[in-house]
């Protein structure tokens, strides 16, 4: 059964940048036809898709996000990892990491990422 | 972008009462909205994909129905466990994904 994690400071500075790995385990991130993605929900509100990665590093980012968002995939490691910078208050969010075939049925259980000084 | 609105946000109902739950795209995406249930700490659970086909293990009593812009979630029956929130998601740009706003189903 494939089981996802993530990891990662729960606390960052504002301007500073968020760091989160989500690591694969019952499965290969190398699979073919599925892509990993990174979604987040700030506290009390809904979900936001951030970008998808597929295996080969093809990679797609939320319009309003691409200047400050890096994702990217270590097939050696099986795990895919997500670069915030310059992070505010407003970055403040459960960070899940799911795999997405079109839609998403595995998931991680998310980890809270506040921004604060 | 494709925007996905979702009504009501909020809808009060009693166990056994029946739920429905509308999405509506801002253009037509076919067939391809999925429908997800979050409860409070937990990740969202994928219940119905493509409009109106069940995930694997969900119960009979979810089901979706719709096409182009207009979408609805029906809950024949609500059992205790399934007062929750739930949102809509659409994959017509697929990898790039669009969720609703939500609608939270709570105890009248």
């Known amino acids: 059964q494939l089981h996802l994690q993530e990891s990662g400071p729960g606390l960052v500075k504002p301007s500073e940048t968020l760091s989160l790995t989500c690591t694969v385990s019952?499965?290969?991130?190398?699979?073919?036809?599925?892509?990993w993605a990174w979604i987040r929900q700030p506290p009390g509100k809904g979900l936001e898709w951030i970008g998808s990665i597929y295996y080969s590093g093809t990679v797609y980012y939320k319009e309003s996000l691409r200047s400050r968002v890096t994702i990217s995939v270590d097939t050696s490691k099986n795990n895919f990892a997500l670069r915030l910078t310059s992070v505010t208050a407003a970055d403040t969010a459960v960070y899940f990491c799911?795999?997405?075939?079109?839609?998403?049925?595995?998931w991680g259980r998310g980890t809270l990422v506040t921004v604060s000084s | 972008e494709i925007v996905l609105t979702q009504s009501p946000a909020i809808l009060s109902l009693s166990p056994g009462e029946r739920a429905t739950l509308s999405c509506r795209a801002s253009q037509s995406i076919i067939t391809y909205l999925a429908w997800y249930q979050q409860k409070p700490g937990q990740a969202p659970r994928l219940l119905i994909f493509d409009a109106a086909n069940r995930a694997t293990g969900i119960p009979a009593r979810f089901s979706g129905s719709g096409s182009g812009t207009d979408f609805t979630l029906t809950i024949s029956s609500l059992e205790p466990e399934d007062f929750a929130v739930y949102y809509c998601q659409e994959r017509s740009n697929w990898p790039r994904l669009t969720f609703g706003g939500g609608t939270k189903v709570e105890i009248k």
């Open positions: 019952g499965g290969a991130v190398s699979i073919s036809g599925y892509y």
């Open positions: 799911a795999r997405i075939n079109g839609y998403s049925s595995e």
